[in-house]
């Protein structure tokens, strides 16, 4: 099993009904292939964990790779896991309208700067820090 964290940022302003169908259509069809996983939306930009078998996350990967919807899509982390972090979560989804706790936004600032992205191991680790701190915000 693999955990594969991403970023991309919105081709255009998503509504909140577009985001909602993204998230209906996202939970279906992980828990068809047996993925699961976080999204995170804020400013205009996603983070998203996926985790499942190789065999389903590489067509999922390529088929939102080519997703209009988004620009400036760039893995930042794959890596092999042993359990699942989101067992229960076809897609979880964390909206940050407003301003998120001060921690979490910095470290999603740093995400969407080429210069700290480009193949950078800390990357992946500021991302797994970030998704975690979305998911333990989630909770309850």
């Known amino acids: 099993m693999i955990s594969i964290i991403y970023i991309s940022n919105a081709a255009s302003r998503l509504s909140a009904a577009e985001l909602d169908e993204i998230l209906v259509s996202s939970r279906r069809?992980?828990?068809?292939?047996?993925?699961?996983?976080?999204?995170?939306?804020?400013?205009?930009?996603?983070?998203?964990?996926?985790?499942?078998?190789?065999?389903?996350l590489d067509p999922l990967m390529s088929r939102i790779s080519d997703d209009r919807r988004h620009?400036?899509?760039?893995?930042?982390?794959?890596?092999?896991?042993?359990?699942?972090?989101?067992p229960d979560w076809s897609m979880?989804?964390?909206?940050?309208d407003g301003a998120p706790p001060a921690e979490?936004?910095?470290?999603?600032?740093?995400?969407?700067?080429?210069?700290?992205?480009?193949?950078?191991?800390?990357?992946?680790?500021?991302?797994h820090r970030l998704i975690e701190g979305f998911r333990q915000r989630s909770r309850g």
């Open 92 to 96: 979880g989804f964390r909206r940050c």
């Open 29 to 56: 069809k992980n828990a068809r292939i047996g993925v699961t996983g976080m999204l995170v939306h804020m400013d205009g930009s996603f983070i998203q964990a996926l985790e499942g078998e190789a065999d389903s």
């Open 71 to 86: 620009r400036d899509f760039v893995v930042i982390a794959r890596y092999p896991i042993a359990a699942r972090q989101f």
């Open 104 to 127: 979490l936004a910095e470290h999603f600032l740093n995400l969407r700067r080429p210069v700290f992205i480009a193949g950078s191991a800390t990357a992946g680790s500021v991302a």
